[in-house]
T-cell receptor, first 112, second 115 residues
Framework: QKEVEQNSGPLSVPEGAIASLNCTYSDRVSQSFFWYRQYSGKSPELIMSIYSNGDKEDGRFTAQLNKASQYVSLLIRDSQPSDSATYLC????????????FGTGTLLAVQP | GAVVSQHPSWVICKSGTSVKIECRSL??????MFWYRQFPKQSLMLMATSNEGSKATYEQGVEKDKFLINHASLTLSTLTVTSAHPEDSSFYIC???????????FGSGTRLTVV
C-alpha cells in the first residue's frame, strides 16, 4: 500500500452540491494530515489541516479524520465553479525529517 | 506569515546546460526545505530534503549528481539541474515548514523547459 492514496477522479458535481473527497493512508505516515488545492499550472495551497479524530470545519470546508479506519476526507459544501481544481491529501512521512508525502490527487470539476 | 519565494517562475534552456532554481523562506528560518517535481497530470513527487549546513537527502531513484542541492543559509536553498535534457522538463516546486502543525508552504514553482 502506498503511504497516501486517493481516487484520481475526476469527480464532477453540480454547483451548490457537496463534494466529498477521500484519502486513505498507511501506518508509515505521521498522524497529521493536510488538504491542499492545486489549480492547473500553479503550486499547491493549504486548505485544511487535521490531527485529531472527528471533524474540523472552516467555512465551506470540513475535514474528517478516522484513525481507526485510516481514512481522512474533505467535504466542500455549496461547491462553486472556482472550487474546480485538483485536491491533494498529504501527510508527513514518519521520521525525523517529516517530509510531506502526497496522494495522487483528485480532480474536482464543479459544473455551473 | 510563512511565505516561500521561488525564482525563476519559468526557464527555457538548451540541452546540456545547467539551471539553478532558488527557494527562499521570507519571514521564517527553515532548517529543512523540500524539493518536488511534478510532471503533467501527475502528483508531486518528492525529490530531496534539503538540510541547512549539511548534505541533502535524496529520494530513491533521484540522481544526486544531476540535481545538486545547496542549503547554505537558514533562508535559502538552491536546486541546480546539471546537464539538463528534455526529459528533465517539469514543474519544480520547493516547500518549507515554519512549524509542522502549521502545514507546509510551497513556493510558486518553476517551470523548466529543456529544448
Amino acid at each position: 500500500q502506498k503511504e497516501v492514496e486517493q481516487n484520481s477522479g475526476p469527480l464532477s458535481v453540480p454547483e451548490g452540491a457537496i463534494a466529498s473527497l477521500n484519502c486513505t493512508y498507511s501506518d508509515r505516515v505521521s498522524q497529521s494530515f493536510f488538504w491542499y488545492r492545486q489549480y492547473s499550472g500553479k503550486s499547491p495551497e493549504l486548505i485544511m489541516s487535521i490531527y485529531s479524530n472527528g471533524d474540523k470545519e472552516d467555512g465551506r470546508f470540513t475535514a474528517q479524520l478516522n484513525k481507526a479506519s485510516q481514512y481522512v476526507s474533505l467535504l466542500i459544501r455549496d461547491s462553486q465553479p472556482s472550487d474546480s481544481a485538483t485536491y491533494l491529501c498529504a501527510a508527513p512521512y514518519g521520521g525525523a525529517t517529516n517530509k510531506l508525502i502526497f496522494g495522487t490527487g483528485t480532480l474536482l470539476a464543479v459544473q455551473p | 506569515g510563512a511565505v516561500v519565494s521561488q525564482h525563476p517562475s519559468w526557464v527555457i534552456c538548451k540541452s546540456g546546460t545547467s539551471v539553478k532554481i532558488e527557494c527562499r523562506s521570507l519571514d521564517f528560518q527553515a532548517t529543512t526545505m523540500f524539493w518536488y517535481r511534478q510532471f503533467p497530470k501527475q502528483s508531486l513527487m518528492l525529490m530531496a530534503t534539503s538540510n541547512e549546513g549539511s548534505k541533502a537527502t535524496y529520494e530513491q531513484g533521484v540522481e544526486k549528481d544531476k540535481f545538486l542541492i545547496n542549503h547554505a543559509s537558514l533562508t535559502l536553498s538552491t536546486l541546480t539541474v546539471t546537464s539538463a535534457h528534455p526529459e528533465d522538463s517539469s514543474f519544480y516546486i520547493c516547500s518549507a515548514s515554519y512549524r509542522v502543525d502549521y502545514g507546509y508552504t510551497f513556493g510558486s514553482g518553476t517551470r523548466l523547459t529543456v529544448v
